[in-house]
């Protein structure tokens, strides 16, 4: 199982969440920006990937239509510092897995993580 990471490297909430894949033995590649995740997806068939919207530039909603293209069963968690309506919005109609905002905490994207790799296991 791979699941791919788009991060910002500086992120507190980025080590806590690589070791939580650490600790589960879960394989994780990670890219810089969605244009890396896309060929990588292409590459590689990935289960879950967490999208940040900060790196998207307004994108974020073709970025999760092509990387289901790649994989319709992809699970996508899409995060965000920045909350907007509109933005929510946008990506939930890509019918993604969860919508995140970090100022909610690690401990809501580490459980929606789980659930999503939970969900692959039990197909």
């Given at each position: 199982m791979n699941c791919l990471l788009?991060?910002?490297p500086v992120d507190p909430?980025?080590?806590e969440l690589f070791s939580l894949l650490q600790t589960h033995q879960i394989e994780y590649e990670t890219a810089?920006?969605?244009?890396i995740a896309i060929q990588k997806a292409h590459q590689h068939l990935f289960d879950v990937v967490v999208l940040s919207a900060e790196k998207a530039e307004g994108?974020?909603?073709s970025a999760?239509?092509?990387?289901?293209e790649c994989n319709p069963r992809v699970r996508i968690i899409v995060r965000t510092n920045a909350n907007s309506r509109e933005l929510e919005s946008r990506v939930r109609k890509e019918n993604i897995f969860h919508y995140h905002v970090n100022s909610f905490g690690y401990q809501e994207l580490?459980?929606?993580l789980s659930s999503a790799l939970e969900l692959i296991k039990g197909h």
């Open positions: 788009i991060t910002n909430q980025e080590q810089s920006d969605h244009m994108n974020i909603d999760i239509r092509i990387l289901k580490s459980t929606a």
